[in-house]
């Protein structure tokens, strides 16, 4: 019974916890040093703050506050050229630009300006090739001879026909025909 015993009173009189009613003061203590560490950490970053903050609007001000005036002199103003200098890197675009094309193809031979160049009208630009047009003018030519040869013989036989119509030895067709071919040649040398 004894064994029963203890666990009775075991059961009855459960273990007491120590209660920590004398160290509440030292916990307060621990309190009151953390928080003032953590409120001069603070007022040291915002100190380190504020001068980085001023150096930076410092630096940002414009220089004119600070800075002595230039003195100006006065000059005689004259009439004459006053030559343009700019020195610097970059590009230049131009207001106008022109694309200048020729009438007709063919192979340059010269350019006879260079770009950026002012020209005006009546230059000479470029030399094309001339052998192809040359070919063609020869050939043109051939054609305006072969068609006159043609037109010259149409009016002589004309003029006989003329003859044989008053003599009725041909119809009258045959003359209107012969008419209406020397019109036709002349027209073809029109063309020519």
């Known amino acids: 019974m004894n064994a029963n015993a203890s666990s009775v009173t075991a059961e009855a009189n459960p273990p007491v916890e120590k209660t920590h009613e004398a160290s509440p003061p030292k916990i307060k203590k621990r ?78 031979l010269r350019v006879a300006f260079q770009e950026g160049q002012f020209v005006h009208q009546g230059d000479e630009l470029a030399q094309i090739d001339p052998k192809p047009f040359k070919v063609q003018l020869d050939q043109a030519e051939g054609q305006l001879a072969r068609d006159q040869a043609q037109l010259a013989n149409a009016r002589l036989d004309l003029q006989r026909y003329t003859m044989l119509v008053e003599q009725g030895v041909i119809t009258r067709q045959q003359f209107d025909t012969q008419k209406a071919t020397v019109s036709q040649f002349d027209g073809v040398i029109r063309a020519d």
């Not at 940002?60 to 890197?89: C, D, F, H, M, W």
Request: charged share 15%.
């Open 31 to 108: 309190r009151w040093w953390l928080w003032l560490i953590a409120f001069a950490v603070l007022a040291g970053a915002g100190f380190w703050a504020l001068t980085k903050w001023q150096a930076h609007s410092a630096a940002t001000k414009p220089a004119r506050e600070g800075s002595p005036s230039v003195p100006v002199t006065a000059a005689q103003a004259k009439k004459g050229e006053i030559p343009v200098y700019l020195n610097g890197l970059g590009s230049v675009t131009p207001f106008n630009t022109v694309t200048v094309r020729s009438r007709i193809d063919g192979q340059l």
